[in-house]
Structure formats: C-alpha cells, structure tokens
C-alpha cells in the first residue's frame, strides 16, 4: 500500500510537472502571438496616418524621443505608436540608427547652444532633423557649423552673461537683446543696435519687447562700432 501510495504521488507530480511546461509554453506563444498582432497594429496606424517612426534626440531635453518624421517636417509622437525602442537609447550617436550615421568627421555638426559649442550626429536618411533649432530673437533657423572652430569663432562673448541682465549692462560694448516675450539675452553691440544684424531687438523701441539696451556707455568715448573689434570686459563700475 506504501509503494501505491509513491507511485500515486509521483504520477500527480509527473501530471502537474507537465500541465505547468505546456502553460507556459502556450502563454510564450500568446505573447508571440500579441506582439505580432500590436506590431501590424502599429503598421496600420503608421499606414493610415502617413506615419513615418524614427528615432530623433531632443537637443532641448537631451532625450531620444519617437518622432514622425516627414519630407518637410518631424513632430514627436506617443511611445505607444512607435516600436523603435527610442527611450531606451541615452545619447545621440545611440538615438540614430547606425544605417543612418556617415562614418567620420563629415558625419557631424555642431550647435552653438548657451554658449558653447555642442557636436551632433548627422542623420543622413532624415535630413529635416539636421538643424540647430529655432531662435526666437533672431525668428530664424540658429546656424549650423561643419567644424568646432568654426562654431568657436562665432561665440559671442557678451553672451556669458545671458542670465544676468545687471550684469550684462555693465559692459559698455554688450546690450541686453528682448524678443517677442520679453526673453533677455546678452549680445555685443553699439548705440545702434547689435553687431549681428540677424537679431530682431531694435534701440530705442521704448518697448519692452524686441528692444536692445546698451550696456553703461562713457559719453567722451567715441565707440568702435567694428563687427570684428574685440570686446573689453576691463569695465567697471
């Protein structure tokens, strides 16, 4: 009766031992079966609403994010409707496909951003995504350079005090320069407005919107209004 009873038992062990493989191996199969199912899924939405998925870093956030990416334009869309695993990937060169990527120096730009120069990978299949952002005070596209010298070279000095306005005034050669939200930034210039033409601030607006305000001027100096003269941070109040 005792070895009935052990042959009992391990026969029930043997049943449940290959109930618990065939459950699991039919839930693997459901979850096959589902992703196959979400991926047409995505394909179908992609397909309906002209979708393009991609991969883009958000220069702004410093995040890869999914974008629909268009022949004239690319807008960020819900993770849910994109199968490119874009969160996971934590830097730019990661964020674009190695498809994507031209090897070498020629693969690169660079950004003038905050004031320093910041390297981007080129996205040679996406090239609407190639850009350096809009800028607000300029209401155009900011410029892209090949090389980081060239980006160095166009650093404004007067910009290492865009945070600080009182700051920014005590120069003589730098202004402060508002744009349409009343947004300061500090940029070289003279009595007539900044040394790069392409920003939006005019003098003497009486605004406080597009206006540009000159640093603390000694009215017995007669201003160097050179675009390429070099700027004196010896000033002083």
Known sequence: MKYLLIIFLIFICYILYNSNYYIKKKYRLYKQKQKILNKNKLNEHFSDYNMTPNCVWNKKNKQCRCNNIQKNFYEEIDNKFCDRNCNSKKSNKEC??????????????????????????????????????????????????????????????????????????????????????????????????PFNLDYNCKPSTGKKKNSFTLGKVNPYIIQNIDNNSNINFSYTI
Do not use: P
């Not at 693969?107 to 004031?115: F, I, M, S, V």
């Not at 007067?158 to 050669?173: A, E, F, G, M, V």
């Open 96 to 193: 674009i496909s190695d498809i994507n990527q031209i090897i070498g120096e020629k693969g690169e730009y660079w950004c003038l951003e905050d004031n320093k120069c910041n390297n981007y990978i080129i996205d040679k299949n996406n090239s609407i995504v190639n850009n350096c952002g809009f800028n607000n005070f300029k209401l155009k596209d900011n410029n892209y350079y090949l090389s980081k010298n060239e980006c160095l070279n166009n650093i404004d000095k007067c910009q290492i005090y865009n945070n600080n306005r009182d700051k920014c005034l005590k120069h003589s050669q730098c202004g402060w320069c508002t744009d349409n939200d009343e947004n300061g930034i500090c940029v070289a210039g003279t009595q007539i407005g």
